[in-house]
């Protein structure tokens, strides 16, 4: 009882800070008229998380089989998102870092996977930034 404890103390106090991260690198990869209806969907999940509490309790009424019902998808979640070419690093981040070539391939990708190509022919960086930062 005492791991059990412990655990969900552990869960309560990075829960706030998992979301928050989720949402911020969903908004980063998303832009425009998306980054509403994103944001919407990041919130109904809680919602819909709430409604369907009740029904898992129906099917398993022990509170151990409970708790073990809600925690397997986040399990699943964070072990999928284990994997590190699954999702990749946020090109904001990677800019603000001076990571410029990465960013431009991730962007690249972005770019090749949606469909689309820019007016100038694929993104490009200035390099000028990358001196500047050897340099300083």
Known sequence: MIVFMILRGCVAASSTALFTCGFVYCMELVGGKWSTLVSFGLEYSWALGYITVPLI???????????????????????VLAIPSLVPESPKWLLVNGRLKEAEEILIKAEEENGKNSVTGGVKFDSTVDEDREKN
């Open 57 to 79: 309790a129906w099917a398993a009424p022990r509170w151990d089989h409970l708790q073990l019902a809600i925690s397997i998808p986040t399990a699943l979640f964070v072990a």
